[in-house]
């Protein structure tokens, strides 16, 4: 009976292992989302300031947050996050890799921190290449970035009703202290 259950239990623990890396590497995007078409990458390179998110672990009690998308030799997109911890009083970084999900023409993304994980980076709306709105994986992240400290009301209007019409809870946006 014990070789059974053995026979059993080992596979069940494998494949729910499996789902769970499988869910935590997930690169999707919300389902009433599209990522922006006729993308220019080259455009989208340089620094954003985050203007406001959801609270992840990964940034919380992060001020002047800051995300640097540069050209890597390969042809991935290097990010380099950064931000003010103002409860410990000091500077976070982060260096992880941008990969296109498709092709280099639509701004769908996979991003790694920890390799092999992965996540959905998805530009659903995008201004002239200065204001952005990423959508996550789901509807559990969401950023808006600026290439300017500050976003006008007309932009953040735009940006609240698209990820309103989405379905994301735009009250639970953090809005970041430049």
């Not at 300031?49 to 009690?61: C, G, L, P, S, T």
């Not at 931000?83 to 999900?101: M, N, P």
């Amino acid at each position: 009976m014990k070789k059974s259950f053995l026979k059993i239990a080992i596979p069940l623990s494998l494949g729910a292992l499996a789902l769970i890396i499988f869910n935590s590497c997930s690169t999707g995007i919300p389902e009433k989302a599209n990522a922006i078409q006729n993308f220019n990458p080259q455009k989208y390179l340089g620094q954003w300031y985050e203007i406001a998110r959801f609270d992840y672990r990964f940034e919380k009690n992060l001020n002047q947050v800051t995300a640097t998308y540069s050209q890597n030799p390969d042809g991935t997109i290097k990010v380099n996050n950064k931000g003010f911890d103002y409860v410990k009083q000091e500077w976070k970084q982060s260096i992880g890799e941008a990969r296109f999900v498709n092709s280099d023409n639509e701004a769908r993304l996979k991003v790694s921190f920890f390799k092999p994980f992965w996540s959905g980076y998805n530009v659903i709306d995008l201004v002239d290449y200065q204001y952005a709105l990423v959508a996550g994986k789901n509807l559990d992240y969401l950023w808006i970035l600026s290439r300017e400290k500050k976003i006008p009301n007309h932009i953040k209007s735009r940006f609240l009703d698209k990820a309103k019409s989405v379905g994301y809870d735009t009250s639970k946006l953090i809005w970041v202290e430049q």
